[in-house]
């Protein structure tokens, strides 16, 4: 959410954070989330797929979501899937912000692996 209200943040790197609400109910029910991820108030006037393009639209300015394909915890799966072209023909629209999700399979914990610490770092040099 800070990536899309923002305008300082021009690379986001969420790992283990969000799945829209379509996908939540569809995979399991631990994907349901905490109070602050499903507050009504709030996602009845904007939803996921809305902060995510908002947190890669503007020039130089990217997300790349980080899915943990074994986590035990929420999340998992290959939910995302279902969004991620969606999210990337929209920012492509707009201008040239960047969205990108990568599934980690290299470890099956709710966390940052290595492996995806090594690939934030890899984008960010790359800058």
């Known amino acids: 959410m800070a990536a899309a209200l923002d305008l300082r943040i ?3 790197y969420p790992v283990a954070g969000s799945f829209p609400m379509f996908v939540r109910y569809q995979e399991s ?3 349901y989330g905490y109070f602050e991820q499903i507050y009504s108030e709030l996602y009845t006037k904007i939803n996921y797929l809305d902060l995510y393009i908002l947190g890669s639209t503007r ?3 990217s997300q790349t979501q980080i899915t943990n ?3 035990p915890c929420c999340y998992g ?3 995302y899937l279902q969004y991620d072209e969606f999210i990337k023909k929209k920012v492509e629209t707009f201008n040239n912000g960047r969205f990108n999700i990568l599934s980690d399979s ?3 914990k709710h966390e940052l692996s290595p492996w995806a610490l090594v690939q ?3 984008r960010l040099d790359s800058k």
């Open 10 to 12: 021009d690379n986001s």
């Open 29 to 31: 029910s631990h994907n």
């Open 59 to 61: 020039p130089n300015r």
């Open 69 to 71: 394909t074994y986590d």
């Open 77 to 79: 799966g290959n939910g």
């Open 106 to 108: 290299t470890h099956t």
């Open 120 to 122: 934030i770092w890899k």
